[in-house]
């Protein structure tokens, strides 16, 4: 199973969303390999400072390496892909070998037409999925953002509160409220792909 991160908005919650996602999705006895295709390989970084049991770190920062990085899949892998914002020749890549599509995003002025544009790059008929990241839930922003979504059809698929340890990053260890919310999407992620 292929699992894209992606957006085209830079500093969404993609590399916290990748990474937590394969914590995840690592107890689960599955080998799960991180492919990161971001060149700044942040999600490298952090699992070099934090490794975790049963996720093993590709780095795949051009074409040519994301093909060979999505090559060693097979039926009883995972395979998590954080993408860079900018790189669009990436994200079609990550895109159009993708089982499912996870698109993080904040809630805020300029993130519903960059959401909008990656939901729309998503080839027909591969699940996606929206993850709030860093949201405050009790905002009235927050509120109208996900009843907006909810009218329009939007798939939510997770919320992960604005909490400083997740901030924290490769500086801490996975903090326990991103794994539940990590959780949650990632039952939402294998139920879409098995409908497939
Ligand atoms: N739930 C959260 N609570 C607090 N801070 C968060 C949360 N999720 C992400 N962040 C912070 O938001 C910033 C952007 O997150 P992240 O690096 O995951 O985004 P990105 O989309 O991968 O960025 P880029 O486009 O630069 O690759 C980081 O500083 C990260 O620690
Ligand atoms: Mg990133």
Same mark, same amino acid.
């Given at each position: 199973m292929r699992v894209a991160v992606v957006s085209v908005k830079g500093g969404v919650g993609k590399t916290t969303t990748? *990474?937590?996602l394969a914590? =995840?999705?690592? @107890? $689960?006895?599955?080998?799960?390999?991180?492919?990161?295709?971001?060149?700044?390989?942040s999600a490298a970084v952090w699992l070099e400072s934090w490794p975790i049991d049963n996720i093993e770190v590709f780095e795949a920062p051009s074409e040519r390496l994301l093909r060979k990085?999505?090559?060693?899949?097979?039926?009883?892998?995972?395979?998590?892909?954080?993408?860079?914002?900018?790189?669009? /020749?990436?994200?079609?890549?990550?895109?159009?070998?993708?089982?499912?599509?996870? =698109?993080?995003? /904040?809630?805020? $002025?300029?993130?519903?037409?960059r959401l909008t544009s990656t939901l729309e790059m998503v080839p027909d008929g591969i699940p996606a999925g929206i993850v709030v990241s860093s949201?405050?839930?009790?905002? /009235?922003?927050? @509120?109208?953002? *996900?009843?907006?979504? &909810?009218?329009?059809s939007?798939? *939510?698929? $997770?919320?992960?509160p604005e @909490? *400083?340890?997740?901030?924290? $990053?490769?500086d801490a260890d996975l903090h326990i409220d991103g794994l539940d919310a990590a959780a949650d999407v990632?039952? /939402?992620?294998?139920?879409? &792909?098995?409908? @497939?």
């Open positions: 990748a *990474v937590y914590a =995840v999705a690592a @107890r $689960g006895r599955r080998a799960v390999t991180l492919v990161d295709a971001d060149p700044q390989g990085a999505l090559a060693q899949d097979d039926e009883h892998s995972v395979l998590i892909i954080d993408t860079p914002p900018a790189s669009e /020749r990436l994200i079609s890549a990550s895109l159009a070998q993708a089982d499912v599509v996870v =698109v993080p995003t /904040r809630i805020g $002025g300029v993130e519903g037409p949201a405050r839930t009790w905002t /009235r922003d927050f @509120r109208e953002a *996900v009843d907006a979504w &909810a009218a329009e939007v798939p *939510v698929w $997770g919320v992960v @909490r *400083v340890g997740i901030a924290a $990053g490769p990632w039952q /939402r992620v294998t139920r879409a &792909a098995r409908r @497939r």
